[in-house]
Nanobody
Framework: QVQLVESGGGLVQAGGSLRLSCQTSGRTFSNSAVGWFRQAPGKERDFVAAIRWRPGNTYYADSMKGRFTISRDNAENTVYLQMNSLNVEDTAVYYC??????????????????????WGQGTQVTVSS
């Protein structure tokens, strides 16, 4: 059974950085796409960033471009989300999601929740002012 586990969340001051990790048990990330989403209290779960394991294409929500970087480590079988210049509005639970064996012709689909079959439990990120 596939499980996704996020880690790296915590409390950080505005302007600071965090790096989130997403690991999988049960299979490797080969032939997958992995996305990060976030959900603030009382709000919808929103797309943050995604990466296709091969060929390594990345996608970002407009508000994250230039601040967040998604990457993968083949050897560690891990997907990272490096978050810089954090602000209070970035406070949310961050979720890792994955799908295997599908290629979406329209890259927009990688930014949607429905594109992913597996979800982690989330990791809390709190940014203080």
């Amino acid at each position: 059974q596939v499980q996704l586990v996020e880690s790296g969340g915590g409390l950080v001051q505005a302007g600071g950085s965090l790096r989130l990790s997403c690991q999988t048990s049960g299979r490797t990330f080969s032939n997958s796409a992995v996305g990060w989403f976030r959900q603030a209290p009382g709000k919808e779960r929103d797309f943050v960033a995604a990466i296709r394991w091969r060929p390594g294409n990345t996608y970002y929500a407009d508000s994250m471009k230039g601040r967040f970087t998604i990457s993968r480590d083949n050897a560690e079988n891990t997907v990272y989300l490096q978050m810089n210049s954090l602000n209070v509005e970035d406070t949310a639970v961050y979720y890792c999601a994955a799908v295997w064996g599908r290629t979406y012709t329209l890259t927009y689909y990688y930014t949607t929740k429905g594109a992913y079959d597996y979800w982690g439990q989330g990791t809390q990120v709190t940014v203080s002012s």
